[in-house]
């Protein structure tokens, strides 16, 4: 195996040029910059002491839900119209970001990157760009790839995935600057160029560990004639358009969801120290490991696996659906993919997808579940009277698609997940650089200061109405 300072050595340097795709979006970015610092400063110098929200104690105990405590560019949540990238809805995005060619149906995520970084829609040349740059920067260190092929078959698919982030770390051009004392100023430059290395390897790791768990560890070479989107399904194994355009679709809309959520807010915090990309990016796929994060679309294919199996037969009623649910519900469990912390209306992202399924596979036998499950669903939940969002969200849709077209191993649907979270968390780790926004070091408190603070405030305690429902 080479040594640390080997694979530096071989590690492409910060000022090759790389098809000019990335330096077009660098100089875009470098006016942006300049633009959005001085708004943040006029900002924290005329408001900075503005309120802009209370906490209460059920917050403090309850995940923090709620509270405003972070400062996040890429995307905002609306209760009522769901996830906005930099303003623009999932529809208006299928509609205004490129197409990878004439009669191509869904949005690039090369499209996004450049969206979430500048807040302006690309054209499809600048598009095209990203890609080539993307294919330029894409060939993983040998001895990565091999370190990846030893991992135990039985490591878990996101297991791997995190430690094969780290395993790129040595390429990192952000912490061989800040070694070297680069001025602050300049941070925002090294995370950019570190973020394009890594977005632009991650499909060829994510499909290394694919084959090697679940096929037979062969991976076809990458193809400067793909989109990332496409060459990551290549690689994966997979030549039908239409999955290459639902891939296109699925990590499009999986690409990023404020900044609250384990995966952005760990990349971010993990970030705020001036960890690298790599780090950074690391420990937020530890955080979308874990089971109340990304394992969801996993539960609904489950759950959808179960009733299924409680059905009397595929030409059940929807009588015979309703009877069934109702029998989950009343055993104590929850039906997944449905409800959701803030939305209050159908998941956008559900919807693109369900549109996704009546064009391409309106007669699979799991869709027809999943659509019947759509239209009755919401009644239960809302006569049930225990869920405050009774409509479907992004989870309750997307494994179904993935079986449609064979990928089947539901173990690495997380994968899939990071593959998409990287572009969005990374993004505004870049910015976050940029704006200068400084290590995260909340304040803490045990629950002896809690009692403390309620018993010497007894006569003034503020109650706050539906604050954590925000």
Known sequence: MLSRSAMLHRAPAFTRSFANGGDALKAKLKDVIVREGEKVKKIRKDYGNVIIGDVTIDMAYGGMRGIKGLVYETSLLDSEEGIRFRGLSIPECQERLPKWHDKGEEPLPEGLLWLLLTGEVPTSEQVKGITREFHERGNVPEQVEAIIRSFPKDMHPMTQFSAA????????????????????????????????????????VAALIYRNVFKDGNITASSTHLDWSGNFSQMLGFNDRKFHELMRLYLTIHADHEGGNVSAHATHLVGSALSDPFLSLSGGMNGLAGPLHGLANQEVLRFLKKIQAQLPGPQYTKEDLTKTLWNHLNGGQVIPGY?????????????????????????????????????????????????KNPFPNVDAHSGVLLQHYGLVEEDYYTVLFGVSRA???LSQLVLSRALGLPIERPKSVTTEWVEKYIASNKDKLRVAKGAAEE
């Open 339 to 387: 409800g959701h912390a803030v939305l209050r209306k159908t998941d956008p992202r559900y919807t693109c997808q369900r549109e996704f399924a009546l064009k391409h596979m309106p007669h699979d036998p799991n869709f027809k579940l999943v659509s019947d499950l759509y239209e009755v669903t919401p009644k239960v939940l809302t006569e049930h009277g225990k869920t």
């Open 423 to 425: 572009v969005g968390v």
């Open 165 to 204: 982030i780290l395993l790129l770390q040595p390429q990192s051009k952000f912490a061989a600057a800040y070694r070297e004392g680069v001025n602050k100023s300049k941070y925002w430059e090294y995370a950019f160029d570190d973020s394009l290395t890594l977005l632009a390897q991650l499909p060829r």
